[in-house]
């Protein structure tokens, strides 16, 4: 039985009737294969990395399982589409604190056309891609079983200025997180979840250091996702930190060159939460 994922946080939603991933109740996710190449592309960029061999297994963490492709009804009504079949990243998480942060201050890629371009450029310098390499497109903050997630509007999150993406990563990693809040964020889960030896700071250092030496593949328009579980932290067990990246629909070759694009918005992601665990 197929259904809309309940924690989706960016990209294309299929609700009301529009085209979107579904989930099953298996731990798997279902993407609609993009239109104009980009599907095939992402397919071509999974089957390139499951048999590339020189893609280190630590590595290998960070990305969904890919299970293939299935034909299946699409969320739109309009019949049997093609589907990427991946793991669903959130599946294991009862309540999950997640946020989706595309990396990089160029996001279209070279062989775009010169509208896509423009576009991309536009939303670029309308939100902290140009200037931070990175910008928010999305983020669920699980609060209480009454009160829910904390979830803003996709559209305000894109445009937030340096300071309030600062802000936003404090209150991903706070116990006093609320909308509409003028409270100091407390921070009091970033040890645990941004810190410690498995935490996400561990683990975007971790992808950093693959980064600086991979020139396999060029990311463009890709997204860091970052999870934990709120609850598990407040019983005193694991939060289960998380990273994954996602959305390959623009990844070309890096043609033995390394990615300085991603690798410097990973950097500047890396000195922000950085900067909210020493502090």
Request: with cysteine; proline share 5%; charged share 20%.
């Amino acid at each position: 039985m197929f259904k809309v994922p309940d924690h989706q946080v960016a990209g294309h939603q299929a609700l009301n009737g529009m085209l979107g991933p579904l989930v099953d109740n298996s731990g798997n996710f279902y993407k609609p294969l993009q239109s104009g190449g980009r599907g095939t592309k992402e397919v071509e960029f999974y089957t390139s990395l499951s048999s590339n061999t020189r893609i280190p297994d630590n590595i290998r963490k960070f990305f969904p399982i890919y299970y293939g492709t299935k034909l299946i009804e699409a969320s739109d009504g309009s019949g049997l589409l093609p589907h990427l079949v991946l793991q669903d990243i959130v599946s294991c998480y009862l309540n999950p604190t997640l946020m989706d942060i595309k990396i990089g201050s160029q996001t279209w890629y070279p062989q775009s056309s010169e509208d896509y371009i423009q576009t991309c450029l536009k939303r670029d310098r309308e939100s902290s891609s140009l200037p931070l390499g990175f910008r928010i497109c999305g983020f669920q903050i699980y609060q209480t079983e009454v009160s829910g997630y904390w979830k803003p509007d996709r559209k305000s999150i894109q445009k937030l200025t340096a300071d309030e993406v600062k802000l936003v990563l404090r209150n991903f990693v706070s116990s006093n997180s609320a909308e509409n809040s003028d409270t100091e964020p407390d921070c009091s889960f970033a040890p645990n979840v941004y810190g410690g030896g498995s935490g996400i700071l561990a683990l975007l250092l971790e992808l950093k250091k693959w980064f600086e030496e991979q020139t396999f593949f060029h990311f463009y328009s890709c997204s860091v996702l970052m999870v934990y579980e709120k609850e598990a932290l407040l019983e005193g067990k694991s939060p289960c930190p998380a990273v994954k990246l996602v959305d390959f629909a623009h990844v070309v070759d890096g043609e033995g060159v390394i990615d300085h694009n991603f690798l410097g918005g990973l950097c500047s992601l890396i000195k922000f939460i950085s900067d909210i665990v020493s502090a």
